[in-house]
Nanobody
């Protein structure tokens, strides 16, 4: 059974940086799309960034130029480098691995809090 374990969240001042990691325990196909979502209190869970098996990336407009998603297939890990953080980036961040015809996996979430 595959579990996704997230790390790297925390409290940071506006303008600071954090790097989130999400590692899959157990064997997982490199064909999975890896995605980061976030959910602020009282709001829906929104997609932040995704990376395909081939390395193609997408970002929500609000994080373009500030966040970078990357993956290490050998380590079954996806990263989210977050720079120039803003208070509105505060949320619980979740990783998600998904693939056509395959099970979908979610991480437990990691809290990111940006103080003004």
């Amino acid at each position: 059974q595959v579990h996704l374990v997230e790390s790297g969240g925390g409290l940071v001042q506006a303008g600071g940086s954090l790097r989130l990691s999400c590692a899959a325990s157990g064997s997982i196909s490199n064909s999975y799309v890896m995605v980061w979502y976030r959910q602020a209190p009282g709001k829906q869970r929104d997609l932040v960034a995704s990376i395909s098996s081939g390395g193609a990336t997408t970002y929500v407009d609000s994080v373009k130029g500030r966040f970078t998603i990357s993956r290490d297939n050998a380590k079954n890990t996806v990263y989210l480098q977050m720079n120039s953080l803003k208070p509105k980036d505060s949320a619980v961040y979740y990783c998600n691995f998904r693939g056509s015809g395959r099970p979908t996996y979610w991480g437990q979430g990691t809290q990111v809090t940006v103080s003004s």
